[in-house]
């Protein structure tokens, strides 16, 4: 079968970087990241949080080919901000909000238990 292995599309080799940025030279103020390892649920998150940013101007992402674990973000900013800036803020973003959230579903198991433990 031409299908990879499913932990190509998790682990990472060996020595690579999981991120790499390149400047856009025809465009001021853009510039494309290309993860390893990521598809379309954190490339359609990532667009989300980046367009929620007023610094942005464009961000898209794309994934080249169905069978390699690679997304492709491209984002341009109004120059308040770079590109780097705007997706480092992005991320911190995310992750606070994936904080809030495993503390509330934690909260909410936890109460279940107790109010199953009473209910015996």
Known sequence: MNQPDRYVQFVLPEGERKVSYKADTKLKDAG?????????????????????????????YRIPHPLEPVMVVKVQTNGTKSPEEAMIHALQDLGSEFGYMLNEFDREVMNAQQTSMQNI
Do not use: I, Y
């Open 32 to 60: 494309t990241f290309t993860f390893r390892s990521e598809d379309h649920t954190m490339g359609n998150l990532l667009r989300m949080q980046l367009h929620s940013d007023k610094a942005t101007v464009f961000a898209g």
